[in-house]
């Protein structure tokens, strides 16, 4: 059983909109904390965004802030990751992930397998 599930990537031009979404199993709904993370070709793993089940508090990185929001369907085990005003350096496999703590990284018990985002005219 896949404990992470991602959908909603594709392709989409500069300026346009995608919402990823995660589905959680009944382990990782368990997760306190809940993160999207994203790696470009030939990049290192960056953070992007992350909140709780409660949905009440949100961080996102400032490299997509005002741009990227991340919320929380509880009665669906679904996180989202809201982008609008997509840029090509946006362009990533885009994963969520569920564990204990929201940073650092390393402290992210369960990945998902990711989606591939590609922003291009």
């Known amino acids: 059983q896949e404990e992470l599930v991602e959908s909603g990537g594709g392709l989409v031009q500069p300026g346009g909109s995608l919402r990823l979404s995660c589905t959680a199993s009944r382990r990782t709904r368990g997760s306190h904390a809940m993160g999207w993370f994203r790696q470009a070709p030939g990049k290192e793993r960056e953070f992007v965004a992350c909140?709780?089940?409660?949905?009440?508090?949100?961080f996102v990185a400032d490299s997509v802030k005002g741009r990227f929001t991340i919320s929380i369907d509880n009665s669906k085990n679904i996180v989202f990751l809201q982008m609008n005003s997509l840029k090509p350096e946006d362009t990533a496999v885009y994963y969520c992930?569920?564990?204990?703590?929201?940073?650092?990284?390393?402290?992210?018990?369960?990945w998902g397998q990711g989606t591939q985002v590609t922003v291009s005219s």
């Open positions: 992930a569920a564990g204990p703590s929201f940073f650092p990284s390393t402290s992210y018990d369960y």
């Open positions: 909140t709780d089940w409660s949905g009440g508090w949100t």
